[in-house]
């Protein structure tokens, strides 16, 4: 009898546990689950980033698709890399933009935006090429003379499935990885933005303070990630 009072007692105070939480909702549950899954796909891009820059440098034209040709991800991601991506690109193309969200975060991914398209892997995990709801790009056009010490960007975007979460996940990702990346809340364009006229933290900051304060990040769905871990070469 005692054993099946604490076991009872155990699943009253997680209940109680999780409404004080969640809101007694399953969004959040459910957006805790995918907020795993947001982190395993960037760290699925950052180890082949890792991998690639073991044994060549970047440049500021390298994108995800070159370092697919080379196999530097997991074979699904190397598949979807190496693909034509003109129906991706027309998918993108087509997005109709929420309701009170600026336009301006679509920039990037919607129009003629060079080589954004080859250079962005759509999670699948989370709805790939078909619903694209989890963009991660590579950005390397960092300004300056090379060569240079470089940390790569990982450019987030959440959107389609996880639009409605996307302030809650871009909080709760931000605050497991602060500690361990260099992170641009302001990111809307494929900027570089990562040690532009600074010469604090061995070289790496912002060039604008709002840039590198938790507490002031606009939580539109959208940041680069510099992990700190990933300082390489950027060759000429």
Request: glycine share 6%.
């Amino acid at each position: 009898m005692p054993h099946i009072l604490a076991s009872l007692v155990t699943v009253i105070v997680a209940t109680v546990y999780m409404f004080q939480t969640f809101g007694g909702t399953s969004s959040k549950l459910d957006s805790v689950a995918q907020k795993a899954v947001i982190l395993t796909e960037i760290e699925n891009i950052k180890k082949g980033l890792q991998f690639y820059m073991s044994f060549e440098q970047m440049t500021s034209t390298t994108t995800l698709k070159d370092l697919a040709d080379l196999t530097c991800f997991a074979p699904s991601i190397n598949e979807q890399l190496k693909k034509d991506y003109t129906t991706f690109q027309t998918k993108l193309d087509n997005l109709t933009i929420p309701t009170g969200v600026a336009s301006t975060d679509y920039d990037y991914i919607k129009g003629d935006r060079g080589n954004a398209f080859e250079n962005t892997y759509s999670a699948i995990s989370l709805g790939a090429r078909e619903n694209p709801s989890l963009l991660i790009s590579l950005l390397t056009n960092k300004s300056g003379t090379n060569p240079q010490r470089f940390i790569p960007g990982i450019r987030v975007q959440l959107l389609g499935k996880l639009e409605k979460e996307k302030a809650w996940l871009e909080r709760q990702i931000i605050q497991e990885l602060k500690s361990i990346a260099y992170i641009d809340t302001r990111a809307t364009w494929g900027d570089y933005m990562l040690g532009k006229d600074c010469t604090d933290n061995g070289g790496f900051c912002f060039s604008s303070p709002n840039q590198t304060s938790f507490s002031s990040l606009a939580p539109d769905g959208i940041f680069t990630l510099y992990f700190k871990d990933l300082v390489g070469v950027l060759a000429r």
